[in-house]
């Protein structure tokens, strides 16, 4: 069995059935997929600013993130369910997407950026005091995480252009 049979077998689920044949199913569903991407990009964003020593530089970075950290895994769990209910709908279409592919990999990256973040800098930028200069290796992670995410968003913009056109 390949990934396209898995794909193709996907869109024969009831919930992809449900969402391709359904008249607000699609629409709902990608309207959901944007406020989780909203909530969890837009909300580490400020983590990320902290990060850079571009904003909330009176806090904390310990203080930031577990102000914001709920949100942000909150949207991000949004963004999941609805992407992965979305893919299951159009699977192949999906799957045979350069933009699909590249949002995928920034995905994954993004995560491998904050494992990384977690496992190495968080300590060091969390021992810094408010108002002084991030840790080099803390102030990387955040840029890489808005670079990344920014990809992710644009990707996804794409896909919605270019996998329903006709050839």
């Not at 837009?42 to 806090?59: F, P, V």
């Amino acid at each position: 069995m390949t990934i396209l049979d898995i794909c193709e077998w996907l869109e024969t689920t009831p919930i992809a059935v449900l969402i391709q044949e359904s008249a607000y199913g699609f629409p709902i569903l990608v309207g959901i997929h944007i406020l989780g991407i909203s909530l969890s990009a837009g909300t580490l964003l400020w983590a990320d600013l902290r990060l850079l020593g571009a904003s909330l530089r009176g806090y904390q970075l310990a203080e930031v993130y577990r102000g914001l950290a709920p949100w942000f895994l909150t949207g991000f769990g949004v963004m999941i369910i609805s992407g992965a209910v979305l893919f299951t709908a159009f699977a192949t279409s999906a799957y045979g997407n350069v933009y699909f592919r590249i949002k995928t990999v920034a995905i994954v990256l993004a995560g491998v950026n904050a494992l990384i973040f977690h496992m190495a800098a968080r300590r060091e930028a969390n021992r810094s005091a408010p108002a002084t200069a991030t840790p080099m290796i803390a102030r990387i992670s955040g840029l890489t995480s808005i670079a990344l995410w920014a990809v992710v968003i644009v990707a996804g913009r794409m896909m919605s252009y270019t996998m329903f056109s006709s050839p």
